[in-house]
Structure formats: C-alpha cells, structure tokens
C-alpha cells in the first residue's frame, strides 16, 4: 500500500508555493475502503497522513514528511441530476470537468478558480477556494451540499448541509461570543477552522470546509449548481493611480458585478501592449438580457467618466474573453523570468476589509521596497483580495531572511488593517505559526480543541492549521542551496510543472 522508492517519493516532495519536503512515503488509493484501511494502518503505525490533490496548493499543506495520500486519481466518479441541480463529485474531479458535465443541462458551479483546470473536488472543498465570481456568488462553501469523508479513525461518512453540528465539537455561548468578537470581518478568508460560518449556520459541513485535509479525507463532494446566465458584458477601466481605482470599487459594486478584478502595473509591465496605467480594473456584468448587460456597462462608464484613464468595453462573451486576456498573457512572461529571479508565494494571498484595500495595497509596495524584493500584484478588487507573487533575487546574499522579514511585516500590516492572511488559498505549513496574530489564543485554543475532537492523534495532515512545535515559515525551500537534495530529472520536470502549471501531470509520469 505504501510506495517508497526514491524517486516516487522524490516527485510529491513539491507543490505549487515554496517547499520542497520529500515525503517518508506516497499512498495511491482507488476507492474509499483503500483509505479507510489506510486510515487505520496510519492510527496503528503512528504515520502522518497528507491528503493531497493535483498539488496547486500554495501555502504547503499538501506536501510533509509524512505519507502523501494521493487522491488525485482514484475518485473520478461523477453524476449530474439536472432536476435537483446537484452534481455529484469524486474527490479527484476538477472544477473543469465538474463545469463541462453541468454545461449541457444549462447550469454551472459559479466560483471560478482560475486554477479550475486542475484543482480537485477535495482540494477546492478543503481550501475552501474561490475565484474571480467570487464577489457575486461567493467562495465553494457556499456550492456544498454535501460530503463523503473518511474520519480520523476510518469511520466513513456523509455530512449534508443542514445536517446539524454533529456531537464532536460544540460551541458554548461564550465560545460564541469570542468567535463573534475575535473573527476579522473580511468578505473571504480560507485561514483556520470557519468558526465564525459554523456558529452562523450549527452545520458541521462549515468546520470541515476550509480544514485543508487536518480534520478528515474527502472522497466525494455533492455541489451544488445554479443556471448560466443568459447574457454577459464587461469593461477594462485603467486608472492613472491607486486612490482612483481604490475610488472606483465601491461605485462598481453598486452595480453588482460577477467579477472585479484588480491588475497593478507591477503585473501589466509584463503584458505585450498592456494600457500603461497604474491599475487596470476588470468588470463583468452577468444579466437576465444583452441589453441589461450592455446597460450596465454604459452606467459603469459613465460614473466613472471623471476618474478613469483608459476604457474598453466588451458587449459579449467572445469580445469580454479578448479583453480578459491580459490577465492571462502575465504567465509566460512571469515563467520567463531569469533563472536567479523565482516567483515565490509568501505573501500571496492577503485579504483586507474593503475600505482598506488602498493602505494595504501602499502598505505591500512600502514594504517590498524596503526589503528590496519586487513584487507583481493582481487580484479580486471587489473582495479586497490581494495575490502577491514576491520575486527575490535568489543569487543575493541573505534573500531567504529578506523574504521573512517581508513575510513579517505584511502580517503585521494585515493585521493592523483588520484583514486575514488567506482569502482562498489556505493556511498550510506557511501560515499556520500566525493565526494567533490574527484571532488571539484563545481562538487558537478553540482550533486546537476541533482539531482534538477530529483527530486525537493528529494523523491527518499535522503542522496545517495547528503550527508545528518547530514552525519555520521560509525553510525546507525548494530553492537555493539549501533545498533537500532529490534527482536532477525529477527536480527538472517539477520545475516545468510550476512553469507551466501542468498540476494535472500524473505525478508517477514525473518519476520516468
Ligand atoms: C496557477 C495557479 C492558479 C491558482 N488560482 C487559484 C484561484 O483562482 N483560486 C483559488 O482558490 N486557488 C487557486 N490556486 C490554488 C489551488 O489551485 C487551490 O488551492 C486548489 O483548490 C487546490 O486543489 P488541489 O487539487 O491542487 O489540492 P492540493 O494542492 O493537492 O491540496 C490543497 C489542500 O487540500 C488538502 N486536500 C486535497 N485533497 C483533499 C481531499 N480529498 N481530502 C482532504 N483534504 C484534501 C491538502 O491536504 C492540502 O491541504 C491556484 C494555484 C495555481 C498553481
């Protein structure tokens, strides 16, 4: 049941993001009751578990020392009911193919990671991931009406929304109480166990969202789907500095658009004949009609007629796909870059309340300036959502201390802005050593006691969510000398990998 060779092992020891961990061992099981029997040999062997997907996680929760249970493949099963509108998923099932069963019926899974090509049914439900639609129709927490879940001590079930908190952890009125007082009201956050959701709604669905595989194995995900809307519109608002685009959400909100997407000039330098301006706003609209859709478009224009420094407009799919792909033609410049320079996710994923996007956006240039480390910034404007790709010289002196030192300071800054580290991507090893400075210990006690009444032996997935007794943020990388040593070709196709995020790769074909 468990592969150890060398070079198998060698091939999950990366995701996306920084680390590089060569696990003890890799599980590939085919069906539910391999990972009930794997479950139970992991409690009577005393082996960490870590559940793992396509592997585009960022923040390292699905690489480890432990055993890499790899449920990328063997839970494909999928079944659309266009009559109640629930798609049933295997936990290996991409967004992409869950979205192209659900299109001949009319209907679609809304949040749109932009990774949907790849991400998992278990991997978007245990980071609780989200998209560009986000803004509208929220993250995949919201699209779950169900799940089927190994337990900790290999008891198989399905928890269904409205199902109730279940016995394992319960909240009192205090508990309640701090959570109300404690949790940063940010319109997203995938950072630590969902109290807050849990205590709105009593569903224990809400404490395994979002629990980034520590509290149990998800093999299938029942989602739920809503109608494509008929029509579709949008605009490309460039602005000639940040306190103007910062101006212009709030405006562009009232308008209730399906996404509100930021691109800084930091990202735009690397797009071919990108309009020069310091942030370009991306817009769409979805409507019941083209002519709603086109409507909106022209208020959105025309509020904006004062503040806006560049303006394109699309009238339908087709036109709004062109004007979107700038977005998209960021990635191979970004994957360009020279070898010495890395794109590295540390501070990639910050999320602040929506009146501090400008301080926090000036905030992360501040302190990327001063630590002498570029970075490139897009994100999810309308969700105050920020991704950071922080691009160190990895040939000078000292850059992984730099890194800290910015991981460092924007902590603190989303901290001081009320805002939560992760919006969608999760908590994983990277993170886990600073949720205390974000909801204080006693919160942090409370995940420590869901995490106990989940998984007493902490099996699944330890040193994610609860920090590690030796947390380090910027170790274990997978870059610089001090990166652990694995065979060059394997090191080689990672790397392509990450280059062009060919997550979906059979990791095994890596290792031939
Ligand atoms: C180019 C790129 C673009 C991205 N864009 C987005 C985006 O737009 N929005 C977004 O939210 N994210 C994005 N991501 C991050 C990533 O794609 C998401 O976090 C995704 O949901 C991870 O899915 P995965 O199958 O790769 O999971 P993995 O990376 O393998 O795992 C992620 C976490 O989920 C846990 N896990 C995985 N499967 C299971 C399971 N079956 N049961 C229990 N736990 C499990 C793992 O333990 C780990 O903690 C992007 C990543 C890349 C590389």
Not at 53 to 75: E, H, R, T, W, Y
Not at 417 to 441: C, D, K, M, N, W
Request: aromatic share 6%.
């Amino acid at each position: 049941m468990l592969v150890t060779d060398p070079r198998v092992r060698a091939a999950y020891a990366e995701g996306a993001g920084i680390y590089r961990i060569v696990p003890a061992a890799v599980a590939i099981p085919r069906n539910t009751d391999d990972v009930v029997a794997l479950v139970r040999h992991a409690a009577d062997a005393h082996l960490a578990l870590i559940p793992r997907g396509a592997g585009s996680g960022m923040p390292g929760g699905n690489v480890g020392s432990g055993v890499i249970v790899d449920l990328s493949s063997g839970f494909s099963g999928l079944a659309v009911d266009p009559e109640s509108r629930i798609v049933r998923a295997g936990a290996s099932v991409t967004w992409a193919a869950v979205n192209a069963a659900a299109k001949p019926y009319g209907l679609r899974l809304p949040p749109d990671p932009s990774s949907g090509a790849f991400a998992t049914s278990g991997g978007m439900v245990a980071t609780n991931a989200a998209g560009a639609r986000t803004v509208r129709y929220g993250s995949v927490r919201r699209w779950v009406e169900a799940l089927e879940i190994v337990d900790a001590d290999g008891t198989v079930r399905l928890v269904e929304r409205g199902a109730g908190s279940g016995e394992r952890f319960t909240l009192t009125p205090d508990t309640r109480h701090l959570i109300s007082d404690r949790f940063p009201k940010t319109s997203k956050n995938s950072s630590g166990y969902a109290l807050d959701r849990f205590a709105a709604s009593g569903d224990e669905l809400d404490l395994l969202v979002g629990s980034e595989g520590t509290l149990g194995i998800v093999t299938q995900v029942h989602w739920r789907l809503d109608p494509i809307p008929p029509d579709i519109a949008g605009a490309a608002l460039g602005f000639a500095d940040l306190d103007a685009m910062v101006e212009a959400v709030p405006y562009l909100l009232s308008l209730q658009p399906s996404a509100l997407e930021l691109l800084d000039a930091s990202l735009l330098q690397f797009v071919p004949d990108a309009p020069k301006v310091a942030c370009l706003l991306l817009v769409e609209f979805e409507r019941e009609t083209g002519a709603a859709a086109r409507g909106v478009v022209g208020d959105a224009v025309r509020g904006l007629k004062e503040s806006v420094a560049h303006v394109e407009t699309a009238v339908d799919r087709a036109g709004l796909e062109r004007l979107w792909s700038v977005r998209r033609l960021a990635s191979p410049a970004l994957a360009r870059l020279p070898a010495h320079q890395r794109s590295l996710q540390v501070i990639e994923d910050g999320c602040v309340p929506l009146d501090a996007l400008g301080a926090y956006i000036a905030g992360l240039r501040t302190a990327a300036a001063r630590h002498g480390i570029p970075i490139v910034m897009f994100g999810h404007a309308g969700d105050g959502h920020i991704h950071v790709n922080a691009l160190p010289d990895t040939t000078a002196d000292g850059w992984p201390g730099a890194l800290h030192e910015l991981f460092d300071e924007v902590t603190d800054l989303l901290g001081r802005l009320g805002g939560v580290p992760s919006g969608e991507h999760g908590v994983g090893r990277l993170r886990a050593g600073i949720l205390a400075r974000f909801y204080g210990t006693e919160v942090m006690d409370l995940f420590r006691a869901v995490k106990r009444a989940y998984d007493p032996l902490s099996l699944l997935n330890p040193g994610v969510i609860i920090p590690a007794t030796d947390w380090s943020p910027v170790a274990a990388l997978k870059v610089g000398v001090a990166a652990a040593v694995i065979p060059e070709d394997i090191a080689t196709r990672l790397r392509d990998v990450e280059r062009s995020a060919a997550w979906a790769t059979p990791k095994l074909e890596l290792t031939r």
